[in-house]
């Protein structure tokens, strides 16, 4: 299975601050590269597919980029509501989905 | 709006059989361009992808290697619903199960978690 690592586990921002999540691949797997958030008690929520595609009603101060094996999630002015879980997840080897570890985003 | 909306017991007990239940709506569980599938999340496993079923023409179903040989899911297109069945659970199986919709490469629907907990 490819494995799919996050950096860093946790961090903690302030409102408006600049957030950057990597997440990295153990083998290349081209754009097939998705975002989610989860909340506590939550299902995790789609935010972005194919590396910096944006979902439908997601803000749009929320983008990705990447493509082989480094992918990067950006938040570029956090919000209360921001804090939350972000998961990375490939596609690349469907069906055998992979998930990363998660990123814990904590208020400073 | 698609929704799925799980049913299932949350307590099972070992060696004995999880079965959840996955009903569609605003979609159908025929669709040519959606798979089906489950997902599990625990904090020791994190998430774990484990099965889709999918409709092309015929029913195609596919299983992670760690739950093959206990694990079941397979549409009910009368009632547009989905299910899981996963055998001979242990403690280990203890997880939250999603049932979530596939587009494309992506996971676009998800339903509201169902905590299975394997005790006796």
């Known amino acids: 299975d490819i494995q799919m690592t996050q950096s860093p586990s946790s961090l903690s921002a302030s409102v408006g601050d600049r957030v950057t999540i990597t997440c990295r691949a153990s083998?290349?797997?081209?754009?097939?590269l998705n975002w989610f958030q989860q909340k506590p008690g939550k299902a995790p929520k789609l935010l972005i597919y194919t590396a910096s595609t944006l979902q439908n009603g997601v803000p749009s101060r929320f983008s990705g980029s990447g493509s082989g094996t480094d992918f990067t999630l950006t938040i570029s002015s956090l919000q209360p509501e921001d804090f939350a879980t972000y998961y990375c997840q490939q596609s690349y080897d469907s069906p055998r989905l992979t998930f990363g570890g998660g990123t814990k985003v904590e208020i400073k | 709006q698609v929704q799925l909306q799980q049913s299932g017991p949350g307590l099972v007990k070992p060696s004995q059989t999880l079965s959840l239940t996955c009903y569609i709506s605003g979609d159908s569980v025929s669709s040519n361009t959606a798979a089906w599938n489950w997902i599990r999340q625990s904090p020791s496993r994190g998430l774990e992808w484990l099965a889709r079923a999918y409709y092309r023409s015929k029913w195609n179903i596919d299983y992670a290697v760690s739950v093959k040989s206990r694990i079941t899911t397979q549409a009910d297109t009368t009632k547009n619903q989905f299910s899981l069945q996963l055998n001979s659970v242990t403690p280990e199986d203890t997880a939250v199960y999603y049932c979530?919709?596939?587009?494309?490469?992506?996971?676009?629907?998800w339903g509201q978690g169902t905590l299975v907990t394997v005790s006796s």
């Open positions: 083998q290349t797997i081209s754009s097939y």
């Open positions: 979530v919709r596939g587009i494309g490469s992506w996971l676009d629907y």
